[in-house]
């Protein structure tokens, strides 16, 4: 020993070197985001809890008090059904979509491989035919506008979303998931549908606006189970960056290794 640091010397405070700083990144990126989450957290602590009840909810809204949640009544504004609907549910679809089928025989072909007495191995092409779903039409229909205790918005403003909607709750007829008009030929449906639902808004210039994003939220739960979510979001989010970022970290680690450390090493040994 000539008390002088050789290149795998150097190597090795490299890595550690890397390592802290990568641990030091990490620890400040989940920071901002348990920053971010509990900003969001406070947002639904502090929110005006509504009954479902219309004069409380005008008054919030005419008087502009801002951030509020209630579980309320969502209805379509315009009845939203295809001509085979004909089951009384269309003042709970706010929007929905018939994807229409057709089954074809069709001919496809398959690689058969076989070894014939000789032990040889050969392949050869086949025929076969099979019935087949193709997609042939999707329509859609739905109403511009929704409503809660009377007053109308556009349903473009909410973050709704699609489901899949079982035929036998829309058509006499149907006695299963898809509606089958022939029997080769079918629809399937998916929609908005409204009912009691948690609106998560800011009451601001009349009317109601986002909190956040650009769409107003929209939950099936109740508003305490939406506000426990969120509540326990920061948790969630925070061991799920963590382990993703261990992958990360562990990821850089051994390629630093592979490609720098392991290499150098390689080639000092082979200069001597």
């Given amino acids: ?70 579980k309320t009544d969502i209805k379509s504004v315009e009845n939203v059904k295809f001509p085979e609907m004909d089951k009384d549910i269309a003042s709970s679809i706010i929007s929905i979509e018939r994807k229409e089928f057709k089954e074809t025989y ?26 087949v779903w193709h997609l042939v039409d999707t329509n859609v229909l739905g109403s511009p506008e929704i409503e809660i205790h009377g007053n109308k918005y556009k349903t473009s403003d909410f ?6 909607l079982d035929a036998s709750k829309l058509i006499s007829q149907a006695n299963r998931s898809e509606y089958y008009t022939k029997p080769h030929h079918k629809f399937r449906y998916i929609a908005i549908i409204g009912g009691k639902l948690t609106v998560f808004a800011k009451a601001a210039g009349g009317t109601i606006k986002p909190v956040n994003g650009n769409k107003i939220a929209v939950f099936e739960k109740t508003y305490k189970e939406v506000t426990k979510d969120v509540e326990e979001s920061p948790k969630i989010k925070s061991v799920f960056f963590v382990v993703i970022w261990i992958m990360v970290t562990l990821t850089i680690m051994i390629i630093e290794y592979k490609f720098f450390y392991k290499n150098c090493i390689s080639q000092q040994n082979s200069n001597r």
């Fill in 106 to 131: 069709d001919m496809k072909t398959r690689t058969v491989t076989y070894t014939d007495s000789k032990g040889k191995t050969h392949s050869k092409t086949e025929t076969y035919w099979e019935w």
């Fill in 1 to 70: 020993m000539d008390g002088k640091l050789d290149i795998k010397d150097f190597k090795i405070v490299a890595m550690i070197l890397t390592l802290f700083s990568l641990v030091a990144v990490g620890f400040v990126i989940n920071s901002k985001i348990q920053e971010s989450v509990m900003d969001e957290v406070e947002l639904y602590r502090k929110a005006i809890k509504l009954e479902n009840k219309k004069d409380m909810y005008d008054y919030t809204v005419e008087t502009e008090q801002g951030n509020f949640i209630t």
């Fill in 159 to 164: 973050a709704f979303w699609y489901q899949e």
